[in-house]
C-alpha cells in the first residue's frame, strides 16, 4: 500500500478538477521555494516530487523550472 500525505490527496484532487476545466495543470504551475542551500534545495526537491508523485516526470520539470524560464523569459 502506497501511503500518500493528505496534503498531496488534495492537490491531485484540486489539480484534477481544474485539469478537466483546462484551467489549471503543470503548464500554469510554478514551484516558489527551492531554498538557498543546497541542502534546503535537497529537501524542497524531495518534498515537490513527494506531493506531485502522481505527475509525470515532464510535469515536474514544467512545475519547478522550466515554467517560470518561459514566464521570465530566460536564454
Known sequence: MHFMPIHAKA???VANEFNS??????????????GMTLYKFQKAKQRLNELFAF?????????????????????
Not at 21 to 34: E, Q, S, T, V
Not at 55 to 75: F, P, W
Open 11 to 13: 492537490i491531485r484532487e
Open 55 to 75: 505527475a509525470s516526470e515532464a510535469a515536474r520539470q514544467k512545475i519547478c523550472g522550466l515554467n517560470a524560464k518561459t514566464l521570465l523569459v530566460y536564454e
Open 21 to 34: 476545466k483546462r484551467a489549471f495543470g503543470p503548464n500554469r504551475m510554478i514551484w516558489g521555494d527551492l
